[in-house]
């Protein structure tokens, strides 16, 4: 059976990386060339999310200092595929050799298991760990800056929760409809 790590049609992102893995990252291929694109508008969303912010999160300190390696030149979009990165810099795997046959309660080591059997990477949780929620926040800030220069409304998001209210500022949800990147399509023809 093939597992993907790719999710869209025509704006397609592919994670890479794991937790305690030397970089997380994403590959966007569906960016249309033209748009301007600096580490600078992606920064600021991950800022947001960056670990050891917060007591009720992990205590691990990460600069998560975003790097584009290909897909722009000049400051703009070329139409190739995007790269981008994040260096995990804050890592000791040493915890995690001492329960490699031992699931988390409240972790999914158990269900990276099922999915990758034997060769699956559990230090930090592997590619089931928070931080691979970094390559999505690089995606949807290249997804917020183009929908806010095909669309002339700026891009509205918003956040309910049934929590005290500030407990998940990181959290935002884009969601691309049909029209919008059916109009992304015909633009780029």
């Keep these: 059976m093939m597992w993907s790590n790719s999710l869209g049609k025509r704006f397609v992102i592919t994670s890479y990386g794991e937790s305690h893995g030397p970089t997380i990252g994403i590959i966007i291929d569906g960016c249309p060339a033209g748009l301007e694109l600096t580490e600078g508008d992606i920064q600021p969303d991950l800022d947001r999310r960056r670990p050891g912010q917060h007591d009720i999160t992990t205590p691990r300190k990460e600069l998560d200092q975003v790097q584009i390696h290909s897909g722009t030149l000049d400051s703009r979009t070329t139409g190739a595929p995007i790269c981008a990165e994040v260096r995990n810099t804050d890592i000791d795997s040493s915890f995690y050799k001492q329960i490699t046959n031992l699931p988390r309660p409240g972790h999914a080591d158990?269900?990276?298991?099922?999915?990758?059997?034997?060769?699956?990477?559990?230090?930090?949780?592997?590619?089931?760990?928070?931080?691979?929620?970094?390559?999505?926040?690089?995606?949807?800030?290249?997804?917020?800056?183009?929908?806010?220069?095909?669309?002339?409304?700026?891009?509205k998001r918003s956040l309910k929760t049934q929590r005290p209210a500030g407990w998940w500022r990181s959290s935002m949800v884009v969601i691309l409809n049909q029209k919008i990147m059916t109009h992304v399509h015909l633009k780029r023809s």
Excluded: E, H, W
């Design 110 to 155: 158990y269900v990276a298991r099922m999915k990758y059997g034997p060769y699956v990477d559990l230090r930090g949780g592997g590619r089931f760990s928070g931080r691979i929620t970094i390559a999505y926040v690089i995606a949807g800030a290249i997804a917020k800056k183009l929908l806010r220069k095909i669309n002339s409304n700026p891009v």
